[in-house]
């Protein structure tokens, strides 16, 4: 963790919890959390308990984030949810390309740039995911992923955009297996992106970008992450859905 950039909690809800079990985990969680003033602290709900969840942080040190975005404005795109529409339930973050989008909905990384840009442009703040499958790491394909990844997904995007976007890494074989990238592994790629971000745009870009890493993150071991001098926060799923475990997150030493 670098104390130039402002650390990032954010819990992934996925497809778990109703709108009564979110206002009651977000109620609960309120009060661990609400000494917490240097870092930013974020929940991800399912579409269906967005507004629940939103009014029930309404004025605390807690902010909304959805977990999908469709990039067009309104229209003919049955299922599908737009900027204006998060923006309407008080949604401040999105997460975009999260490893269970490619990998089930077969996401590449050209939807997940023209999701990005629109999220930016109506004033969202995307949350980017990028990650390697165990065969990528295997077969030494690790940098080469990761480089189009983050290539692909910030095709187009200026300078000014860069400030507002927070990158989440995410090895896939590292999520909800209780497999954990050491942290000198994850602070390995963090440098990784880092270093993808300054070729892309410049040296000052990159110091400023806030990097998240995602992958079986548990109160046991997020100290140790958030040591890493490239590891500036967290996307948490399975321990975010308990909201003693998310407050053991977000308080890390």
Request: glycine residues 10%; proline residues 5%.
């Amino acid at each position: 963790m670098n104390k130039q950039r402002r650390p990032i909690i954010a819990g992934n809800w996925k497809m778990n919890m109703t709108a009564a079990q979110g206002r009651e985990l977000a109620s609960k969680l309120i009060p661990l959390v609400s000494a917490v003033k240097d870092r930013d602290i974020v929940l991800g709900p399912p579409f269906t308990a967005l507004q629940t969840v939103g009014e029930a942080i309404k004025g605390t040190n807690i902010s909304i984030s959805a977990q999908n975005i469709h990039w067009e404005d309104k229209g003919a795109f049955t299922g599908e949810i737009s900027a204006e529409m998060l923006l309407d339930l008080g949604c401040k973050y999105v997460i975009i390309g999260h490893s269970e989008r490619r990998q089930y909905f077969g996401e590449t990384d050209e939807p997940v740039n023209k999701k990005v840009r629109p999220a930016l442009k109506k004033g969202l703040l995307p949350i980017m995911c990028v990650g390697e499958t165990l065969a990528e790491r295997e077969a030494g394909k690790l940098n080469d992923v990761i480089s189009r990844q983050v290539t692909g997904g910030l095709k187009d995007l200026s300078a000014e955009d860069m400030k507002k976007v927070v990158i989440a890494y995410e090895p896939v074989w590292a999520i909800g297996t209780g497999k954990t990238a050491s942290p000198e592994q994850a602070n390995e790629v963090h440098a990784l992106i880092r270093s993808k971000v300054q070729s892309l745009y410049s040296a000052e870009i990159a110091d400023g970008l806030r990097i998240q890493y995602g992958g079986s993150v548990t109160p046991d071991n997020v100290s140790q992450l958030m040591a890493m001098p490239d590891i500036d926060g967290a996307l948490v799923g399975g321990a975010s859905l308990k909201p003693e475990s998310f407050a053991a997150l977000v308080n890390f030493k």
